[in-house]
């Protein structure tokens, strides 16, 4: 990573460091296992698609939460303040909390 890039992000935080996190975490709360790790990080990308997809939240904007780069083209119809990101994702918010919780309590 260029450190022009390295520089803009939040954390800097290796994927092998989240996946062995994902790992420990699974064995201390699971146990042992067969497979696939149930909590790698496609788990938890497929636990917002899912949700976000069902109630026909826009593609781009599943994308850009899940964190995924945006193609150029497609960059131009996201272009939104970091309030107007807030906005659209309390707008879909309900979605992603399970039912029976109460999110305003």
Known sequence: M???????LIYTISERTIEK??????????????GYNPMRSYSL????????GDVKMN????EFFMGHKIPEHKRVYLSKSREG????????????????????A
């Open 45 to 52: 990308r497929s636990a917002l698609r899912t949700p976000l």
């Open 21 to 34: 996190t994902f790992k420990d975490l699974a064995r201390e709360k699971l146990g042992d296992y067969e």
């Open 85 to 104: 990101w807030r906005t659209t994702y309390r707008e879909y918010e309900y979605a992603l909390t399970p039912d029976g919780v109460n999110r305003d």
């Open 59 to 62: 593609d781009a904007y599943v």
């Open 2 to 8: 260029t450190p022009s890039k390295k520089k803009d």
